[in-house]
């Protein structure tokens, strides 16, 4: 393709952010131009010196008016240098690591960020999460030789990849998420199975426990693809009695026929087969075993990567975040790494904001946890009830922004009435906060203990003189980003853009 046609058809895609919820025109786009090869031959392009200088003082006008600078030095040089995020990639980068998936994405990036940094790398990241593609250029502006271990939101997956010539692709799972947005799973499913069709040259490494994601690795295969690396959870004593109502991926991607799970770890995820065409789970290269929830506090698990056998301990709660620390591990086997860095940066790791973080206000310790779709609030609903406390009580918020997802629907497929009987106090917040009272009226949970505060800065005030010991904070995407301000601006945690996981 020519190149003023390649640049042409980029601007479409980034002079257009509201392209970012047309999961099928991002696609079109992406297979249009096809995926940037990588040659070391061929001298990078470096951008020119004043759009630096631009980037650079979008920057500072960020963080002088009190931003993070995540994204706004990339939409500045995006929009005047469509070819950007490539020109960066070769100039700035040795290696690039690109993490999507509907859950768990921000945490399995900094767990492979931090595995590098123990393993002696430097590292390029997008920090807090900025997962378009101008958090993907800002990361690179930022970047100075190392590795890139960049998280890709899913419906901008194909088209950063396209561009940004990954070494190694981490999928992490496919659930139903903001169905305004990106509509039904399969729709981002085809799209990455274009993108894979299409040419993508990196290392897939893929979860084998989640039929949509595993059926990429025969796929690469037929086309031309180095072999996937996957991971995956052997312990079957986690095995659920049964099909959750939210499980998405049932059926066959080969010929649809119905899957047969003879475990299920986690909403679709587990051991499947089908019976029809014989398609079945892949071997996974790292798996877990031998796996511990200590309720909201951790976890504990063998991990095995192949050459050795690693005990590995979480401070971060539940079943998906063993999940994530298998994905980051199998990332590091494809990038070479040995496995004592990978067990000591998992020890060591600290959560990210919003994803299991802790602090204190007087007495009373502060957990918060995102809960944005019915398979997170189930495993969430899981955890919880696993704790040792003899009741939870709970600030629960939730917006319907843009980012949420306007449709909140999803809260009625999420299984609170397991957890019903723990239940202490609960405080229903955000732009949705009436409909999400109703929810868990109809659950069970004690209408005499609930209150409804729609403004957060109160709820939370209300959460916190309501709770023992502990308040457990449930928050959506955006109502996440609102309570870390509100709670930044008192002086209770770093802002969430400022938060870093130590080299």
């Known amino acids: 393709m020519r190149p003023e046609n390649r640049d042409r058809l980029l601007r479409n895609a980034w002079d257009l952010p509201q392209l970012g919820d047309r999961v099928g025109a991002i696609s079109e786009i992406a297979q249009a131009i096809g995926p940037a090869r990588r040659d070391r031959s061929t001298p990078a392009r470096d951008l020119p010196y004043t759009l630096t200088n631009l980037a650079v003082a979008a920057h500072r006008v960020s963080r002088a008016r009190g931003g993070g600078a995540t994204a706004l030095p990339g939409i500045v040089v995006l929009r005047r240098a469509p070819r950007a995020i490539r020109a960066l990639r070769q100039e700035r980068l040795e290696r690039c690591v690109l993490v999507s998936g509907t859950n768990g994405k921000t945490t399995t990036a900094s767990m492979i960020a931090a595995i590098l940094r123990e393993a002696g790398y430097p590292v390029a990241h997008n920090r ?7 958090g993907v250029a800002t990361a690179l502006l930022e970047a100075d030789g190392g590795v890139g271990v960049l998280e890709v939101d899913e419906a901008w997956l194909p088209i950063v990849a396209a561009e940004a010539c990954p070494d190694v692709v981490v999928l992490c799972n496919l659930f139903r998420d903001r169905l305004d947005a990106y509509g039904e ?10 993108m894979i069709c299409g040419g993508l040259e990196g290392t897939l490494v893929l979860n084998a426990d989640d039929p949509t994601i ?11 693809a180095p072999a996937a690396s996957f991971f995956g959870i052997e312990d079957r ?28 770890m986690l909403s679709h995820m587990g051991h499947h087969r089908c019976d029809s065409c014989g398609s079945e789970r892949p071997r996974p290269r790292v798996t877990a075993d031998e796996i511990r929830i200590d309720g ?5 698990f063998s991990v095995d990567v192949g050459a050795e056998r690693l005990q590995a301990q979480l401070r ?3 079943l998906y975040n063993v999940y994530n620390a298998l994905a980051a591990a199998a990332a590091a086997r494809a990038l070479d790494i040995d496995s004592p860095p990978i067990g000591r940066a998992l020890a060591a790791f600290v959560p990210v904001f919003g994803r299991g973080e802790r602090f204190r206000i007087g007495s009373t310790e502060v957990v918060v946890l995102l809960m944005k779709n019915p398979a997170g609030a189930n495993e969430l609903m899981r955890t919880l009830d696993r704790d040792e406390a003899a ?17 909140i629907s999803w809260i009625w497929d999420a299984d609170f009435e397991a957890l019903a009987p723990r239940v202490g106090s609960v405080v229903c917040s955000g732009s949705r906060a009436a409909e999400l009272a109703l929810r868990l009226k109809y659950a069970g949970w004690p209408v005499s203990r609930m209150l409804v505060e729609h403004e957060i800065a109160t709820a939370f005030d ?4 309501a709770a023992g010991d502990r308040l457990i904070a449930l928050p959506t995407y955006t109502a996440l980003l609102d309570l870390h301000i509100e709670l930044s601006d008192r002086g209770l945690v770093e802002p969430y853009w400022a938060a870093r996981q130590p080299a």
């Open 128 to 134: 807090a999460g900025a997962n378009t593609p101008y």
């Open 185 to 194: 799973l399969d729709g981002l499913a085809i799209a990455w199975e274009a």
């Open 214 to 224: 595993a059926a990429l690795g025969a796929l690469g295969a037929r086309h031309g």
């Open 237 to 264: 004593d986690l095995d659920l009695p049964g099909a959750e109502h939210a499980a998405d991926s049932i059926r066959c991607r080969s010929c649809d026929g119905p899957l047969r799970f003879e475990a299920r």
């Open 296 to 300: 909201i506090s951790g976890s504990r």
């Open 316 to 318: 971060l709660p539940g």
């Open 391 to 407: 009741s939870l009580d709970l600030l629960i918020v939730l917006n319907d922004a843009r980012p949420d997802g306007r449709d």
């Open 462 to 465: 209300r959460a916190v003189e």
